[in-house]
């Protein structure tokens, strides 16, 4: 008897956690998705059942069209500015450079920012009339103009070179991390061979830290997707909807247009999209191998 409850206790302790998380994650994914095929407004009406007409209107809307183009950009741009950022600065910090705790606390201490203080600061530095184009024509270079900020054209820049800044300390340290954990005897063989220190990287450093770069675009792939706090720090969407990316939709949609039904079609994108990253690579990573059984 006391070998069963033994067996049973930390089955009974962790079982509370498990049930609320359990309703509060996929309780709320599926409650999500039935509004999503109502005609729900203002509150949530489960009498008018509209099936498949939230979503038929969500793609026939020019601002969810912007707001997906906006998100490929900022995705493709983020992902890939952060990661060749934050590889090249964990390259460099690997060398033994002098000073490199202090360096390395100071590459990554954005990260510890959350990105709404990051919209906020950027907001004021990208600002024409109090930021980086007034700095410059008040030391003299009156021909100088960078107002990406106002212009609807290149607003999501803006965003993207806030998100770089924030991130790429992240992926510093992870891709320093794997630096760290490989034999240097390796790189001296190589060098032996006559191989010159950037040709090393290329073509045995980098395929070594595959699985560290997966799990990079992975987690900034998933905050890509999410940045909502950012653009509506940053930009708010604006000028207009230029910079609507499928998180801000959906919040204006939801709770200032009242439309919730339409909202929550356009969460439910935004999950699949989410689903179409995570689940291939879990996938992968935890399918049973031949050589494994």
Not at 66 to 75: C, D, E, M, Q, T
Not at 113 to 122: N, R
Not at 158 to 179: D, K, N, P, R, T
């Amino acid at each position: 008897m006391s070998r069963s409850l033994e067996s049973l206790l930390p089955k009974l302790v962790v079982a509370p956690a498990f049930v609320l998380g359990f309703a509060f994650i996929y309780g709320l994914m599926v409650w999500n998705g039935v509004l999503s095929v109502t005609g729900s407004r203002m509150l949530p009406n489960y009498d008018e059942f509209v099936g498949l007409d939230q979503y038929q209107k969500l793609f026939e809307m020019d601002r969810w069209w912007v707001a997906l183009k906006n998100l490929g950009i900022f995705s493709v741009l983020y992902v890939g500015g952060a990661l060749v950022l934050g590889l090249t600065l964990a390259i460099l910090l690997d060398q033994k450079v002098r000073a490199e705790g202090f360096l390395r606390t100071v590459y990554l201490y954005p990260m510890a920012l959350s990105f709404i203080v990051t919209g906020t600061a950027w907001k004021w530095i990208l600002n024409p009339s109090m930021g980086i184009e007034k700095l410059m024509q008040d030391l003299g270079w009156s021909s100088f103009h960078f107002d990406w900020l106002v212009q609807s054209e290149t607003a999501i820049y803006c965003v993207v070179i806030a998100g770089i800044w924030q991130s790429a300390g992240f992926a510093m340290a992870l891709f320093l991390a794997g630096l760290r954990g490989i034999d240097d005897s390796i790189i001296k063989a190589a060098q032996m061979d006559g191989a010159s220190l950037p040709r090393i990287y290329w073509r045995i450093i980098l395929p070594i830290l595959r699985p560290v770069m997966f799990s990079t675009i992975l987690v900034l792939s998933h905050l890509s997707i999410k940045g909502f706090d950012l653009v509506m720090a940053l930009t708010a969407g604006g000028p207009g909807f230029s910079t609507d990316v499928p998180a801000t939709f959906m919040f204006v949609m939801s709770f200032t247009r009242g439309q919730i039904g339409l909202g929550a079609a356009s969460a439910t994108m935004m999950l699949a999209t989410v689903a179409a990253i995570v689940v291939p690579y879990l996938y992968s990573e935890l399918r049973a191998k031949p050589h494994d059984r």
